[in-house]
């Protein structure tokens, strides 16, 4: 029964790929489901073993993504990423917009830097393996501690003055800047205007320029 069933699990497993997670271990962790739902299952339930055997060999995958995934998040981040994810998506159901982290935080009656937190918990884990570039034939593990020292001391001091902001100004600088989102849609977001985004963005850079001593360039 396990081994017709292998193909099951090899097709639950690929649904899961991109994650960061090699497929060994999905693989493996289905499997167990496998076992699982093949111990657990009654020739007298009214279904398929196959569309019994679903459910239990994807819980079991997540299951490991959720607690012993590369990166453990804690219960009390996943329980609160999945409070702001339901607020979002009724907040956006009502508004016709995405709320902004000041809107969670008083609607869900917390801090927002844990709701910053539970929203960045949401962020997929990238690869070591993952291809980088056009051709492809290079890996992200290849580029990895290849900067200069200069460039590590100024990731560093940046680093350092990304903690020491706000975290909805810290939000601010991370989207523009790493994720090349725009000014109106972190305004969209926000819930304010494209100037005051405008804004709040220079002030925040000439704060950070003025900490990091190059406020004259």
Request: proline share 2%.
């Amino acid at each position: 029964m396990i081994c017709e069933n292998l193909a099951l699990v090899k097709y639950i497993v690929k649904r899961f790929m991109g994650r960061g997670v090699d497929y060994e271990d999905l693989f493996q962790y289905g499997c167990m489901g496998l076992l699982k739902a093949v111990d657990r299952f009654d020739a007298d339930y009214s279904v398929r073993f196959s569309t019994y055997a679903v459910p239990v060999i994807m819980g079991e995958i997540r299951r490991y993504l959720r607690d012993d995934g590369p990166i453990h998040i804690s219960r009390t981040i996943q329980e609160r990423a999945r409070r702001v994810e339901a607020f979002e998506q009724m907040f956006e159901i009502q508004h016709g917009r995405r709320p902004s982290v000041e809107e969670v935080a008083e609607g869900l009656d917390m801090d927002s830097g844990d709701v910053v937190l539970a929203m960045n918990s949401r962020v997929q884990v990238r690869s070591l393996n993952e291809p980088v570039g056009h051709g492809g034939e290079t890996r992200l593990m290849d580029v990895l501690g290849t900067e200069s020292m200069s460039n590590v001391d100024k990731r560093l001091t940046l680093s350092k003055l990304l903690r020491d902001l706000a975290p909805e100004e810290r939000m601010l600088i991370l989207r523009r800047y790493f994720k090349a989102h725009t000014q109106t849609q972190i305004a969209r977001d926000m819930g304010i205007s494209q100037v005051q985004v405008s804004r709040m963005e220079n002030r925040i850079l000439k704060r950070m320029r003025k900490l990091a001593g190059t406020d004259g360039l």
